[in-house]
């Protein structure tokens, strides 16, 4: 077992949550609160879904805490990327990045249409949608907000409102490829990413281990790529907007 539970992890772990908050405090950064807040909020969250899980696995409701994980993660995306009414747009490119890669894993079998193998696998490419979607959403919002004058000027030229946004947008929506495509192109070298260790703790066999990371990366990929182009277009039409 990697790590015990018992009281030396709670206290490690409290300390690394101070270290956390203070230096974000000292050095102005910001968010020492909310830092203090998230890290309580995980440890409470954690044990109650390590509890869930179990309890949903045998009652065979797994698809239903899939959906549960789905609108958490919109309501998430959706407050990160707006405050107004539209934020509920956000569910568009979580759900068109992540639901057609999960259904080709159940159709070919990859993944097991029944059991545990289902929760942890969507919640991962859940995990990466929002990322990606919340990382879009605002950096193109944000290219908008700078850049107004520009946007006006295309369309002063002849473009209609949609491609002018998106000439502006695009590349500042892009960049939340980046962090996925890092994390791809240094496997192995710089980190040895979850899914990994956590199969050879398991006891499987590196080469197993590998290529289930590999597939979860590859996977990833594509949700990003679909979760920030849908996203992008939806800011781009103004259906998500400030």
Known sequence: MLLPVNVTLGVVLAALLLVAAA?????SLGHGRQILT???RAAIQLAAVALLIGWVVRSGLSYGFVVLMYAVAVRTAGRRVTRNGTWWWVAVPIAAGVFPVVG???LTGLVPL???AVIPVTGILIGG??????????????????RRGEVEAGMALGLLDREARLEIARTAASDALLPGLDQTRTVGLVTLPG????MLLGGASPVLAGAVQLFVL?????VQAVAVAVVLELVARGRLNR
């Open 218 to 222: 590859v996977a990833l990929c594509a």
């Open 104 to 106: 080709v894993l159940l």
């Open 129 to 146: 949608a929002l990322t990606a979607t919340v990382l879009g959403g605002r950096r193109a919002l944000d290219e908008l907000a700078m």
């Open 114 to 116: 029944h059991g545990i």
């Open 23 to 27: 230096v974000a405090a000292l050095a």
């Open 38 to 40: 998230a890290g309580a």
């Open 195 to 198: 899914a990994f260790v956590g």
